[in-house]
């Protein structure tokens, strides 16, 4: 009955968070970054359930199901897709207020967010559950708090750190949510995980990078939250990626990049300010 629009399907989606929504249902716990517990769709008592603050997911290691919180209510209380969305919906409604905080990320930036439990957020920070902005920039502290507001204040006040400190420095998932549709990184290196990659970028310029999860690594360049450099020279496609352990990977990538392409239009590995002298490598 009624059709749900993916504009709504993505309001509810954003506006409920999953590990407060699962815990009405069931006992979770803290481990590892991820909150366990014992799995509502297979008889068994051990915590096999996991549920990840940042990607909003959930996923029992034993049984395979899994899904956001729309497939979570449809399966625990067996509703159709338009009915669960609208007792996501009916939900939200009684939950109008919650927490905005300003958190100070490393290297002076921000992370600007909205949430009906802090201590689990603040908890997510700090065990590197936040997939976003924090990948680069490691959580300090949290600087400013305002307790039972709507959740629009999140863009508010994400809105006004940027105008004192500029765009790139202020990371808000609120704000930020609408790059995600256009997601640039190929499913070719979906299950990769360390390694380095070459970058084409804008004005023929080029990028190395490394990282432990090469495919986190790239859309953080791709989305702003790398580095200064391709933050001038927007990417523009992926030449060459190396799934290596080795993080010597990344200087070699660099300096290969540098002989191929002249050395004043490429960054990376510790050649990564905009200005720079010629390496004494090269
Ligand atoms: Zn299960």
């Not at 790398?226 to 660099?254: A, F, Y």
Request: charged share 25%; aromatic share 10%; glycine share 8%.
């Amino acid at each position: 009955m009624g059709w749900i629009s993916d504009e709504l399907r993505e309001q509810v989606l954003q506006e409920t968070v999953i590990v407060q929504l699962i815990s009405e249902q069931l006992e979770l716990k803290m481990s590892k970054g991820y909150w366990w517990g014992r799995c509502p769709f297979h008889n068994e008592d051990g915590q096999t359930m996991f549920v990840s603050p940042g990607k909003q997911y959930f996923k029992c290691n034993r049984c395979g199901e899994s899904g956001n919180a729309i497939m979570f209510i449809m399966k625990k209380n067996q509703l159709s897709f338009p009915d669960a969305v609208r007792f996501l919906e009916a939900r939200r409604a009684k939950i109008t207020h919650g927490t905005v905080y300003v958190m100070l990320l490393a290297d002076d930036h921000y992370f600007v967010g909205y949430t009906e439990d802090l201590d689990t957020r603040i908890r997510a920070h700090f065990c590197g559950a936040m997939d976003v902005a924090c990948d680069f920039h490691d959580p300090v502290k949290i600087i400013e708090k305002h307790e039972d507001v709507p959740p629009a204040t999140e863009k508010e006040i994400a809105q006004l750190y940027r105008n004192l400190h500029g765009a790139r420095r202020v990371h808000c998932g609120g704000l930020d949510a609408r790059q995600k549709e256009n997601d640039p990184i190929p499913e070719m290196v979906t299950n990769s995980n360390a390694g380095g990659f070459l970058l084409q970028l804008e004005h023929d310029k080029y990028f190395v990078g490394y990282g432990n999860d090469l495919q986190k690594a790239m859309r953080a360049q791709y989305n702003g939250r790398g580095c200064e450099w391709t933050r001038l020279h927007r990417p523009v496609k992926i030449l060459r990626t190396l799934r290596s352990p080795l993080p010597e990977t990344e200087k070699e990538m660099t300096l290969q990049a540098m002989r191929d392409f002249g050395w004043e239009n490429v960054r990376g590995y510790r050649w990564l300010d905009v200005e720079i002298k010629k390496p004494v490598m090269l």
